[in-house]
């Protein structure tokens, strides 16, 4: 599988998740990359033996600090994306315009 097939699958199975969980995934992944990377920068300046424990050191809190960061946000864009159809208000979403003929 290509890069661009398999980005496109994990953006297909993101998309099948709610949007807080998807938040919190996409967090997690993004800032514990990052996390890592500055994780090897630093552990191979300091001591390249163990430089691959500097990677998880960092790594990991990161990860955790980005899904929290991911899930505040999934539940904001929640939150916002209920406020345009209140649950007082009947949606007629059924009918998607006018008929042939009308």
């Known amino acids: 599988m290509s890069a661009r097939g398999a980005a496109s ?10 949007v807080e969980l998807a938040a919190m995934v996409v967090g997690a992944v ?6 890592g ?17 500097a990677v998880l050191e960092v790594g990991v809190p990161a ?14 864009l929640h939150w916002r994306g209920r406020r345009h159809s209140p649950a007082g208000e009947p949606v007629d979403d059924d009918f998607a315009g006018t008929p042939p003929g009308w």
């Open 30 to 35: 993004l800032l514990g990359a990052l996390g």
């Open 9 to 18: 699958w994990m953006r297909a199975r993101l998309r099948e998740l709610p």
């Open 37 to 53: 990377a500055v994780g090897l920068f630093l552990g191979l300046r300091t001591y390249p033996l163990t430089a691959w424990f």
């Open 63 to 76: 990860a955790a600090a980005g899904s929290v960061l991911g899930l505040l946000v999934g539940v904001v």
